[in-house]
């Protein structure tokens, strides 16, 4: 009797065994995600009773975690902060200044001095400015009085963008005018002595310190651009960009750019680097942004259009006598 049993119970657990290695591969999941296509017989499409049983007594077997290199649709991870990207930006966007190469074959170029101005006000006057970028009203007004004498005229900065872009001669003895920053003395020193000559200049303001301390009004920035000066973007908070992250440096960039348009109506057409610095992302963002002209401190009196975002000046400080400046134009 007991052999018996022991041969049942031995028959009975091979049927068992045999019975679950066939379960359709609906029961299982597929390994590495991937079904693999089984021959199914009609003995196996319906189990036993008692491999039914013994599959529920199974626990499942664990879904698959994904593995860190299956694509995805996810964007990727955005650079850290302080990582430039280093994707090839168009050549235009990073020739060299016209002052450090030559004109390329073919290549028309401008020779339009742009002077580049801080403050006008006494020295004595300028505070926390560095002795060299205050120039006086006196001298300011000299400097003029003695381009005009010797046929020179002002054109902004704007002007001189579209002439280079249309390829566009603007006329003999021909300059421009910027003044950098944005302090209150460029409207109460500097504007009258323009109106005087007749002149015309580029305001770049820094638009976070409107209507502070000793900066422009935003009354006053209307002011200019209704007398005919035109504002330039000098960004936000007046930072070197190359050291921002992407984001933060287009922020300053778009930022100033969209309070001028508020106070002129009319968007910025030029970009002043803040301390001259910049890289090719910084100069990439200015591209982006639809500036037609940015200018940097490499100083000399050269203009392409294929430099046209790296566009040197002419600094003036204030041991520039009016003989001096006719000599840097």
């Known amino acids: 009797m007991l052999a ?5 119970l031995a028959a009975a657990a091979a049927l068992v065994v045999a019975t679950a290695d066939v379960l359709p591969p609906a029961d299982r999941p597929p390994a590495n995600g991937l079904a693999v296509p089984t021959l199914t017989t009609a003995a196996e499409a319906t189990p036993s009773a008692s491999a039914i049983a013994l599959a529920s007594a199974i626990p499942p077997e664990p879904t ?21 990207p280093s994707a090839p930006f168009p050549a235009r966007l990073t020739v060299s200044p016209g002052c450090d190469r030559g004109a390329a074959p073919h290549e028309l170029t401008f020779h339009v001095p742009i002077l580049m101005y801080h403050r006008i006000l006494p020295a004595a006057l300028a505070r926390g400015a560095l002795p060299g970028l ?26 001189l963008a579209a002439d280079i872009d249309a390829g566009r001669d603007p006329g003999p003895r021909t300059f421009v005018i910027t003044i950098d920053d944005g302090h209150e003395d460029g409207y109460t020193n500097a504007l009258p002595v323009l109106e005087r000559f007749g002149d015309v200049a580029t305001y ?28 330039g973007d000098h960004t936000v908070s007046h930072v070197d960009l190359a050291s921002l992250s992407i984001a933060a440096a287009q922020a300053q960039i778009e930022g100033a750019a969209v309070t001028i348009a508020d106070l002129t109506g009319s968007r910025p057409t030029t970009f002043a680097y803040p301390f001259g610095d910049y890289d090719p992302a910084v100069v990439w963002l200015v591209h982006q942004d639809g500036f037609a002209l940015a200018v940097t401190t490499h100083e000399c009196a050269v203009e392409t259009r294929a430099s046209a975002l790296l566009t040197p000046r002419v600094r003036v400080t204030p041991d520039v006598s009016p003989a001096d400046l006719l000599a840097m134009l």
């Open 4 to 8: 018996r049993l022991s041969v049942a």
């Open 64 to 84: 698959p975690v994904a593995s860190v290199n299956t694509p995805s649709s996810a964007p990727p991870p955005l650079p850290s902060p302080v990582t430039r």
């Open 134 to 159: 205050a120039v006086s009203p006196t001298l300011f007004a000299a400097q003029l009085r003695a381009a005009h004498a010797a046929g020179w005229r002002t054109i902004t900065l704007g002007s």
């Open 204 to 231: 770049f303001v820094v638009t976070g310190r409107l209507d502070r301390g000793d900066n422009l009004t935003s009354d006053q920035v209307r002011q200019l651009a209704a007398d005919g000066m035109e504002i």
